[in-house]
């Protein structure tokens, strides 16, 4: 097993407070100022109970922010009572390990064990999460590898986290998620492959499945490849829509799925956009995005076809010459002359919450590398984690961020 000394850091960016949590084993964990260590391998126990404990106040942050958005979505606190046994249940059945995680984190967040479970059932649901994500490949891209891309828009309210984490069962990995997420919004592992998604609004739901978070993390502790990482998505039972996007160094797809169907396209040779509505042939007769009135408490609902358009016509200008920074470049986007929620990185405040995109990521599997946004994309520094290579580099602690926000101004204009 590796034995590299990590780092955390926390930045504030844009209202956000994101943290950042690398897991490691065998050291001591260093502390001094905003700066701390977070050491976290082994079983799903350990792992819970090390989470907990370093993340707890932004743990506790984001169930306190979830719950406000659930009364506001018309969630009472017997629905999420209801939804929390029900995914126990589910649990108890299919995964008893990852039961022993969340009730571990639950006792070292000093958090109640029932809401980390409606959070982490519920999350996506309740607080809107939508996303702009890209996969090149190919001819596509400068070098011919494969990229994988997302924007996550969320509520500014919700801490984030980078997470590198090396599992006793499972492929090591490193993603960004909301704290107290057993899943993750985005992650490559040390293969090389990447996976995430954008949610997808869809009748074909179920209590007994995974939420997408959940699948992203588990397909990245078991795959070795694009297509492992495909094939172990379609098997495993799902909760709800959502488009993966799944990559290695060479190759990529589109996953679309609902509880109960899925549908892969297999990009060769172009870059392709993805948005928050089905696009794959025969997907579309699960789409419900128009007939759910709740979708349009979310920009990112609302400008779904207007980001997919935009985020296109940018890949085929560059197409032939994509590569990590051009991509970096694309998801900060803020096309003059639209409202802020037609940005592919969206700001808006939607019923009195400021929302829109607070972390991005671009993975370069060739490279097992993760460059993180954390925060706004116009105005956050793109910073590189290597899976070999596990640490913080600058401008994280440099200061540098005041002039990485300078120097994209004028994107924003």
Known sequence: MKKTILRLLMIILIGVAPLAILFNGEAEAE????????????????????????????????????????EQTGFTEEKLSEAAVEYEDFLIKANPEMLEQLKAMAESA????????????????????????????????QSGNAYYHKNRDASRGAAQVVVQADPE????????????????????????????????STWDTSRSGYGNLTVI??????????????????????????????TDSEEGAWVETTANHSAVYWVVDEAMAHTNHYILPGMEQFDTLTEN???????WYVSTDERLDR???????????????RIVKISEDQEPGLESTYWIDSDAVINGIPMGSVSAATFDGSKKRMWSQLGQ?????????DTDRPHIPEPFGSGSQSERIENTAANRN
């Not at 090591?172 to 998620?177: L, V």
């Not at 909301?178 to 996976?195: D, I, R, Y």
């Open 169 to 200: 069962d499972g492929y090591s990995y490193i993603g960004i998620t909301s704290a107290g997420s057993t899943g993750l919004a985005m992650g490559v592992n040390e293969h090389g492959v990447s996976v995430g998604n954008n949610v997808l």
């Open 311 to 325: 985020a296109q016509s940018l890949l085929d200008d560059q197409s032939g010459k994509l590569n990590v920074q």
């Open 110 to 141: 000093e958090a109640d064990y029932i809401d980390l479970l409606a959070f982490n059932a519920l999350e996506e649901e309740i607080t809107g999460d939508g996303c702009t994500t890209v996969i090149a490949t190919g001819t596509a891209t």
């Open 217 to 246: 993390r588990m397909a990245l502790e078991a795959a070795a490849d694009a297509r492992e990482g495909v094939q172990f998505i379609e098997e495993l039972p799902r909760a709800s829509g959502s488009a993966y996007g799944v």
């Open 31 to 70: 502390k001094n100022n905003d700066e701390s260590v977070l050491y976290l391998r082994g079983s799903h126990e350990e792992i819970g109970s090390q989470y907990g404990e370093q993340a707890k106040s932004q743990i506790q942050q984001n169930l306190s922010l979830f719950h406000t958005m659930a």
């Open 293 to 299: 009135s709740s979708n349009e408490r979310w920009s």
């Open 377 to 385: 994309p116009s105005t956050a520094p793109a910073i590189p984690f």
